[in-house]
């Protein structure tokens, strides 16, 4: 497995994208760097350009992004603009196959929520149909799209690994698949082994420790290695990205890239 970092979370700058830890982390170990969409689609083309460039002059690879929508661009309820959607999401697949990214992490709980009153039943239909349109984008650029349960005091619809994989089933697109995130599942106290029937279909892993969505180490009580071994059991060897809050990152990312490497090996 790889082992990456989701920089939005340790962003000390203004844009809340977190590039300016992107050196370190390779310095440090990292196989690559997981930076926000949303984030990066709200610069200016010279501000993305600068990126651009600054990965291939350090050799960083940027494989996944996560943050697909920002919070402004509903998804659900009576208020979605389908023309404003599709012509965001044209947009920001550009942009992240222009940094070489391969897997695009749909999470996005502000986008994606159900106002209140709304049904359930059809904002899941407008999931679906979203999904639709994003695979004719995807697809030509080899890019996947990982669906990210989110746990219940974040997102209300796509909450569980099931419900995800659901979801991803009934798009039926080799290209949409799911994201596995154990800070969540352990929050939502969904089942790890609810992944099992649905392996075929995680494409990525997000990974922090469940007390305060910080970055793993050996004194965590959270049973890391069970997740892995069931990781193994099912075949997956793509990407886990550590995505966490720290106050000291340099410490923070060093002990968890040992200790992830130690499960791993």
């Not at 700058?13 to 997981?34: M, P, R, T």
């Not at 930076?35 to 501000?47: G, I, K, N, R, Y």
């Not at 002990?255 to 490497?261: D, G, T």
């Amino acid at each position: 497995m790889k082992i990456g970092c989701c920089c939005n979370m340790i962003a000390t700058q203004k844009d809340g994208i977190g590039f300016e830890h992107a050196k370190n982390l390779i310095e440090l170990g990292y196989d690559y760097i997981e930076l926000p969409l949303a984030q990066l689609m709200a610069l200016e083309d010279d501000d993305f350009l600068k990126i651009k460039e600054s990965l291939k002059l350090f050799g960083i690879k940027c494989k996944t992004c996560n943050n697909f929508f920002p919070a402004n661009i509903k998804l659900t309820g009576p208020a979605v603009n389908e023309s404003v959607v599709k012509d965001y999401v044209v947009r920001a697949v550009g942009r992240a196959s222009q940094l070489g990214v391969d897997t695009i992490v749909f999470g996005s709980s502000g986008a994606k929520n159900v106002p209140a009153g709304f049904d359930h039943k059809k904002a899941w239909t407008q999931l679906v149909n979203l999904l639709n349109y994003v695979d004719t984008v995807v697809r030509p650029l080899g890019i996947v799209i990982a669906i990210e349960p989110l746990n219940k005091s974040e997102s209300n619809i796509i909450n569980t690994v099931k419900e995800g994989c659901d979801l991803a089933k009934e798009v039926d697109s080799p290209n949409i698949g799911l994201l596995v995130d154990y800070y969540h599942l352990m929050v939502e106290n969904d089942d790890m082994y609810s992944m099992i029937p649905f392996s075929d279909k995680i494409f990525h892993v997000h990974l922090a420790n469940p007390e305060g969505r910080c970055f793993p180490s050996p004194t965590d009580t959270a049973n890391y290695k069970e997740f892995f071994s069931l990781l193994n059991k099912i075949g997956y060897n793509r990407r886990v990205s550590v995505e966490a809050y720290s106050n000291n990152i340099g410490q923070d990312a060093t002990v968890a890239l040992n200790y992830l490497r130690e499960i791993i090996a």
